[in-house]
């Protein structure tokens, strides 16, 4: 039997287990823009229908993602399983008291490009800033050069506090008022989970692998993706929140990883999917 995770490896791995005949499942972590541009996609169908001919099962990580695969007929929807993505570890990432800082710190964690909505979030931020609310905006994770110039700006008009990459994030959760991720594509977002977990509502855009961890302004607020205006009313709505409430809602995201993606309820729904 072999698993595999992502393109590359579920591209080679299911070619070499048909030819050696040996039983395959491939995990589907997110399709990026694989099927978003009119070549790419024809190419990445016919690649994927070939490595993925014989394939037993495919894991999923939202059902959007594994609609696609049925709609491409690349596998059967027998073949599906949907996972609530890798699940989330709840004693790693336990649930933090809330501070309550003032002013209150929004959190972005990942990396520093366009794909995961810095350009939203900085105009959001910004906008905000020229307002007149008071917050900051902490930035853990690395930035590609073309973001090096804005981040130093926004750092400059005390918008923004830049960490840099950080190989442990907990801290940063804990520390965390609202984690912000307004990511344009995911196949399930980890940081959601993660922040969450913590006890932290979350901003996250309403696309598949992100609104499927948050409740609409019960554990945090859904945006639209690539909204600048959207991303700001919900930035303001936070901010218009009693802290009280953020604080209740913190706790209602906790136990919505506990009953939906704790990392136990995962790797059992993956062991009844191989049938092991």
Not at 25 to 35: E, I, K, M
Not at 210 to 239: H, I, Q
Request: proline share 4%; with cysteine; charged share 30%.
């Amino acid at each position: 039997m072999v698993i595999t995770y992502s393109i590359k490896p579920n591209v080679y791995g299911g070619l070499m287990c048909e030819k050696l005949n040996i039983p395959f499942y491939a995990n589907v972590q997110g399709l990026g823009t694989a099927f978003q541009k009119p070549g790419l996609a024809q190419f990445a169908t016919v690649l994927y229908k070939t490595a993925f001919k014989k394939v037993k099962t495919v894991f999923f990580e939202n059902q959007v993602n594994a609609d696609e695969f049925v709609d491409r007929k690349i596998i059967s929807v027998e073949k599906e399983t949907i996972l609530n993505g890798a699940g989330i570890n709840l004693e790693i990432y336990e649930y933090k008291p809330y501070l309550k800082s003032d002013p209150p710190h929004f959190l972005y964690l990942g990396r520093i490009m366009k794909e995961k909505g810095m350009d939203e979030l900085f105009s959001a931020a910004e906008k905000l800033h020229d307002d007149g609310y008071k917050f900051v905006l902490d930035l853990v994770g690395f930035f590609k050069d073309e973001y090096k110039e804005r981040v130093e700006l926004l750092e400059s008009k005390g918008v923004v506090k830049f960490h840099g990459f950080q190989e442990e994030p907990r801290p940063y959760y804990a520390t965390a008022d609202c984690v912000v991720m307004p990511s344009y594509h995911e196949g399930m977002s980890n940081v959601n989970l993660e922040a969450s977990a913590t006890g932290r509502p979350v901003i996250t855009t309403d696309i598949p692998g992100c609104r499927e961890s948050v409740e609409n302004e019960y554990t945090g607020w859904l945006c639209e993706p690539k909204s600048v205006d959207s991303l700001y009313e919900k930035m303001k709505a936070f901010l218009e929140t009693d802290i009280s409430k953020r604080e209740v809602m913190g706790k209602y995201a906790r136990q919505k990883m506990v009953d939906e993606f704790d990392k136990k309820i995962v790797v059992n729904d993956t062991i009844k999917a191989l049938k092991l």
